[in-house]
């Protein structure tokens, strides 16, 4: 079957974020679907295991297995192996099948990137704003970074580790050197990239003060709120809105264009994070009623066109704020405020957030004690460990 058609993930990628229909068929065993799938407005998807396929091949038709899905349609295993033989046995029965190529493996190592700011904007006293931010997208679980190159120096803030060399490699395209790369705060869904940056390219690694309260095992530089972090002519303002963590820290970058909050877990584009990461069911509560604060008092209080860039999305979600290539995925103030429900009660904000909690992101402690420097992970367990979606956001209604 060496003649079936491949989809390239990172094509299926960029249809999804244009919003296409797509037809997905995985054949992988039901509790690997469940846990972990391709997913996407426009996907119709269906889980059928790779045995059914050959079953039908002998007894039956095997399109009728599919016949619900829309065509073309993309099928999906772990590695790419067991899809091919039953893209292959699909387009022998007429069906327009094409395999994806890699299969989930592949699907996880996808990383775009769009410009949310480009260079060049005019501030009204005439002069030339050097400023660009990228945001990038992992399909695949839904983690946002994003690199901001203000003349001949960069910044990341919220890299992953699998990525580490990309966000030097953009920046180099940009004529700018990687000076620091920054997290919002100890994250529990993927192995942070400051420190693999860091020794690739000598950047400064920034971390929120509150990250040695949560025993953080390395040197770092640490932000207090209303201090700032350098980034050529440009500055970040560090704001420390708990809730989601303790520690966790925003930075605000004003341009000639708008005010963008890179808001890590604090607010999405149209939930609100989770508060049990750090302290457990037990001290949920304590933490949402910090994050009532630090959205009500703080995330509310930043002007209405504020846009707010958060480090996740929902796999589902689509792209909503027009970039100068493109929708990006974040909001407004104006609109989240609008958005988000928010009782003016914290103990009943409280109340409604940690008793309606998500399933916690697989390998969670691990992941949190490897972005502590507590413990090691090498490069392929790493990479196994963070698959799957995020899980940092609770419902907003």
Do not use: K
Not at 92 to 98: I, N, R, S, T
Not at 210 to 215: I, V
Not at 224 to 247: F, K, N, Y
Not at 363 to 376: F, R, S
């Amino acid at each position: 079957m060496s003649d079936v058609p491949a989809t390239d993930p990172a094509d299926l990628a960029e249809s999804l974020a244009s919003g296409e229909r797509v037809g997905v068929l995985d054949v992988r065993d039901r509790d690997e679907y469940e846990a972990w799938r391709i997913d996407g407005p426009g996907v119709e998807s269906a889980q059928v295991p790779h045995v059914r396929f050959l079953e039908a091949s002998v007894s039956g038709d095997p399109g009728d297995l599919v016949a619900d899905l829309p065509e073309p349609l993309v099928v999906v295993c772990g590695r790419g192996e067991a899809s091919a033989e039953v893209a292959g046995l699909l387009r022998e029965a007429g069906v327009d099948a094409a395999n994806l190529a890699g299969g989930m493996e592949a699907w996880a190592r996808v990383y775009r990137a769009r410009p949310v700011v480009e260079e060049g904007g005019t501030t009204d006293g005439g002069t030339t704003d050097d400023v660009t931010v990228l945001q990038y997208d992992r399909p695949a679980s839904g983690c946002l970074a994003y690199l901001v190159v203000a003349g001949a120096e960069a910044a990341v803030i919220d890299p992953l580790r699998a990525f580490a060399d990309r966000y030097a490699a953009d920046a180099e395209d940009r004529d700018a050197n990687l000076a620091a790369a920054l997290d919002t705060h100890v994250h529990a869904d993927h192995v942070s990239g400051v420190r693999g940056v860091a020794e690739a390219t000598g950047a400064r690694t920034v971390l929120p003060e509150g990250a040695r309260d949560r025993g953080l095992a390395f040197d770092a530089e640490l932000v207090a709120d209303g201090e700032t972090v350098a980034v050529g002519d440009a500055s970040l303002e560090a704001i420390h809105v708990p809730g989601h963590t303790s520690e966790m820290t925003a930075f605000r970058l004003s341009t000639a264009g708008r005010d963008l909050l890179f808001a890590g877990d604090l607010a999405f584009q149209r939930s609100v994070a989770r508060p049990d990461l750090e302290a457990g069911d037990e001290g949920a509560r304590d933490l949402a009623r910090g994050l009532h604060r630090s959205l009500t008092e703080t995330l509310f209080a930043l002007a209405d066109e504020t846009l707010v860039l958060p480090a996740h999305r929902d796999p589902a979600s689509t792209p909503e704020e027009e970039g100068p290539e493109g929708a990006v995925f974040g909001a407004t103030v104006g609109t989240l405020r609008e958005r988000l429900t928010m009782e003016d009660d914290p103990e009943a904000f409280a109340e409604r957030v940690a008793s309606d909690l998500p399933p916690r992101p697989a390998n969670y402690e691990a992941i949190v004690a490897t972005n502590l420097g507590q413990e090691a992970m090498d490069d392929d367990r790493a990479f196994e460990a963070e698959l799957g979606p995020n899980n940092c956001a609770v419902d907003a209604d």
